[in-house]
């Protein structure tokens, strides 16, 4: 696997009231070249820490950090090209347009003006880029962040929690941008402490909690990793049912008003209770979503210890940090 950006055993320790406290405690994390990869976790997981030591931003205590095949922070310079960034948001001339700021700010960097349309285009506000930056939606001002990012064609994306704060509209824009850049080759990395926000457009993912990685792999990967399939089941009596389906030997929980059943063939549950005289009124498979599993491994994040280690158990998908 061509790696974009690897980190082996990383922390970083910050001086707090109760003494030093670890936001990125032994992280190792691997993503590959070229697509999209979510970085999840909840908030205050580290994932603003890790990004800025990626970024040169901040100093890891210890671990090393490689970027394109560069240790970073030492080897930085030579690498710092083919990276962009957003960790905070940028700031823009409100009453010039958006074509205006982009050409200010390529001026400023050394980048040939012929580059702004390039970068508008990327975007989708070549058709916008004579209103005025004050006019624009939070949506469109994030776009045009990512524009300015792209000024100098890096090869790495890197963009810290970009859909907060945006409307259901402003996400899917953001999103579009960040899953054609994905299709185009470059890598971008995306953070975020909202699952539906990337899993749509994220090829491979990493999960952490208390600044350790949980999990890591393709969506599909941590997916696969939630066990039997299981189905919804409407069924008048519950009771029997559940005598009926345990008896055949089938696993299964009660959930509202409806059976949760684990089994890989939904039609053995249907043939069991037509056997015993019930007839089903549904059977729906329930969806393994990576919600669930992002949900599963987090779970206890706050209480730590045990609770933490028992939700990653649960989740032999992907690489998870303790059964690798
Ligand atoms: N400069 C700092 N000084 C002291 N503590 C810090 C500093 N930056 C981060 N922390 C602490 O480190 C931990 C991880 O924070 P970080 O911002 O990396 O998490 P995050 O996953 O990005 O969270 P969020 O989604 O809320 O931004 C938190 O407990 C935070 O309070």
């Known amino acids: 696997m061509d790696v974009a950006v690897r980190t082996v055993d ?29 970085f999840l976790g909840p908030n205050g997981s580290g994932k603003t820490t890790t990004i800025r030591m990626l970024l040169g931003l901040a100093r890891p205590d210890s671990g090393t950090i490689e970027v394109f095949g ?49 970068v508008l285009e990327a975007t989708r506000l070549s058709d916008r880029a004579g209103d005025r930056y004050a006019g624009f939606s939070l949506g469109m001002k994030q776009r045009l962040a990512i524009a300015a990012t792209l000024l100098k064609d890096p090869d790495l994306l890197v963009f810290d929690e970009p859909t907060n704060g945006l409307d259901p509209a402003g996400i899917r824009e953001v999103r579009d941008t960040m899953r054609s850049l994905g299709a185009e080759g470059k ?11 990337v899993e749509q457009v994220a090829d491979t993912v990493s999960i952490i909690g208390h600044g ?40 299964v929980q009660t ?16 043939r069991v209770l037509a056997g015993g005289g019930l007839y089903v009124s549904s059977l729906v498979p329930v969806r393994a979503d990576l919600e669930s599993a992002f949900l599963a491994l987090t779970a206890g994040e706050g209480l730590g210890g045990e609770a933490d280690r028992a939700a990653g158990g649960r989740m032999p998908g992907g690489r998870v940090e303790g059964a690798a």
């Open 10 to 38: 990383l922390r970083k320790t910050y001086l707090g009231r109760g003494g030093r406290r670890a936001a990125v405690e032994g992280l190792s994390l691997t993503v590959p070249h070229g697509g999209v990869h979510g």
């Open 70 to 118: 560069r240790a970073v922070p030492r080897e930085l310079p030579a690498v710092i090209d083919r990276v962009g960034a957003i960790v905070e948001a940028p700031k823009f001339f409100p009453t010039f347009s958006a074509g205006q700021n982009l050409r200010l700010l390529a001026a400023a960097i050394g980048v040939p003006a012929g580059r702004v349309d390039e």
């Open 212 to 251: 350790r990685l949980l999990a890591e792999g393709t969506v599909a990967d941590i997916l696969g990793g939630s066990g039997t399939p299981r189905v919804r089941v409407g069924v008048r009596d519950h009771d029997r049912a559940r005598q009926l389906l345990e008896a055949d030997g089938l696993a």
């Open 187 to 197: 890598t971008v990395i995306v953070s975020s402490h909202i699952l539906a926000e």
């Open 255 to 270: 959930e509202g008003d409806e059976l949760v059943v684990a089994v890989d063939d939904p039609s053995r549950v249907t």
